[in-house]
């Protein structure tokens, strides 16, 4: 009996003053990014009334507004139920209420620094490491309470990036720019009944919308 793990990536978030909010309160999907959510959940309708993926159990949401949103959108749509899981939440970033995303000559300053000292780790929040045991384990609950259908976890970029890639086995950093996960992607981990990974699969189903946003290598969304 497979199981599939679908982590959605939520849609654009309202941000005239680009803000690298992180995980701050108040920050809600803009116009385009409710049509983004609208395009994801319509593509699993579609997808599960084609036979082409399982059956969706249930939502689970990042704590954070604009995820919830996105998942409402999903839930609603399927009319699944709609829970929140805060391992799911964003990365923790030290340059959170700044504008370094949108002006990274910022960092040119040395108070800055010292925070710069490691992109390994990285230096300037959350451990990749600890990310991704968070993340794991939200999966792993997920797919063990619903064995045989879809779970749909709606989160943020860098997690679901690091997830992707500790259940690849790959190293947890890299560019930033090289990340395969654009606003209200796709990232389906398909399990096999034993609980081993079969196979991933990806997805942009608000591709057109997402292509005329400016990729920004230090947002954190």
């Not at 049509?35 to 082409?52: E, I, N, S, Y």
Request: charged share 20%; net charge positive.
């Amino acid at each position: 009996m497979p199981t599939s793990v679908h982590l959605v990536r939520h849609g654009e978030v309202h941000n005239p003053d680009k803000i690298l909010y992180g995980r701050m309160d108040g920050f809600r999907l803009s116009d385009r990014g409710q049509q983004m959510a609208d395009l994801v959940a319509a593509h699993f309708a579609a997808c599960v009334a084609g036979g082409q993926e399982l059956p969706i159990a249930t939502t689970i949401s990042s704590p954070l507004l604009r995820a919830q949103q996105t998942a409402q959108a999903i839930a609603g749509r399927l009319a699944t139920s709609l829970n929140t899981d805060h391992r799911l939440i964003e990365a923790g970033n030290d340059f959170e209420g700044t504008t370094m995303g949108s002006r990274p000559l910022g960092l040119l300053n040395p108070k800055w620094w010292p925070k710069l000292r490691n992109p390994v780790r990285p230096s300037w929040g959350e451990p990749y490491v600890d990310m991704a045991e968070r993340m794991t384990a939200a999966i792993r609950d997920a797919r063990d309470a619903h064995i045989g259908q879809g779970v749909v976890l709606v989160s943020h970029q860098l997690p679901i990036w690091v997830a992707r890639l500790s259940h690849e086995g790959k190293r947890l950093w890299g560019d930033p720019r090289r990340r395969q996960c654009s606003l209200c992607s796709v990232t389906t981990l398909d399990f096999r009944d034993d609980g081993q990974l079969a196979a991933v699969r990806y997805a942009q189903p608000a591709a057109q919308l997402a292509a005329s946003l400016s990729a920004d290598a230090w947002s954190v969304k």
